[in-house]
């Protein structure tokens, strides 16, 4: 079945320094993909949509000069969080929507970013 | 706008008893609606869906939901509950197929689900 890959799987970092998390659809081509992210005992929250080729868009609230999406291929999203502060440590997880198929949804298993 | 709410924040039952998950949506436009499940550590991974088709739709694991439009609801129900099926369970609604929104899912707050020996 179809895969996506997220990667890392969990980062600690220091505050103020910027971290990049990527979102690989493995064996199928996606030009859509999704953030969320997910604070504990809460549910998973959408920061952003991100097609490929062009500027993402992001959800109200979510400050994109902070969460860098950049989806440049149509099997690679990234999300960078920029100078990082502990109130953006969180879980955050990655879905792909494949080319083509507006049924094929695929989740990653997520990124675990904590910020001392 | 679409929204979900989940009925229960936990929900416990014995190994071998009905598990009932509840869940009640509202969508402006024919939804399309998932359940999820999330276990410790891990991602989500995708129980079942309701796509415009078949009312009651059978998912992985012996998991089925029944689409109600009349109810807004597509509660998850399992006739026979395993200690495998303890972890959190996340009710979803996205707009249905035909827009590029499709797969923008918008979650419910989650039920986390205990099974007693």
């Known amino acids: 079945g179809a895969v996506v890959s997220q990667h890392p799987s969990r980062v600690i970092c220091k505050s103020g320094t910027s971290v990049k998390i990527e979102c690989r659809s493995l064996?199928?081509?996606?030009?859509?993909m999704f953030w969320y992210r997910q604070f504990p005992k809460q549910s998973l929250m959408l920061m952003a949509t991100?097609?490929?080729?062009?500027?993402?868009?992001?959800e109200q609230g979510v400050e994109k000069d902070k969460f860098l999406i950049n989806h440049a291929s149509l099997t690679l999203s990234t999300l960078t969080v920029t100078s990082a502060h502990p109130e953006d440590s969180s879980f955050y997880i990655c879905?792909?929507?494949?080319?083509?198929?507006?049924?094929?949804?695929?989740f990653g298993s997520g990124t675990q970013l904590s910020v001392l | 706008a679409q929204s979900v709410t989940q009925l229960g924040s936990h929900v416990s039952v014995s190994e071998g008893a009905l598990v009932l998950l509840r869940c009640n949506y509202s969508?402006?436009?024919?939804?399309?609606l998932f359940w999820y499940v999330q276990y410790p550590n891990q991602g989500l991974q995708l129980l079942l869906k309701?796509?415009?088709?078949?009312?009651l739709v059978k998912g992985i694991n012996g998991f089925e939901a029944e689409f109600k439009k009349s109810e807004t609801s597509f509660h998850l129900t399992k006739p026979s509950a395993h200690m495998s099926d303890a972890a959190e369970y996340f009710c979803?609604?996205?707009?249905?197929?035909?827009?590029?929104?499709?797969?923008?899912?918008?979650f419910g707050q989650g039920t986390i689900l205990t099974v007693h020996p």
């Open positions: 879905s792909a929507r494949e080319q083509g198929f507006n049924e094929k949804l695929f």
């Open positions: 064996d199928f081509q996606a030009t859509t």
């Open positions: 991100s097609n490929e080729g062009s500027k993402a868009t992001y």
């Open positions: 969508s402006s436009v024919p939804p399309y």
């Open positions: 309701y796509t415009s088709a078949a009312t």
């Open positions: 979803a609604v996205s707009v249905s197929a035909g827009g590029t929104s499709y797969g923008k899912l918008t």
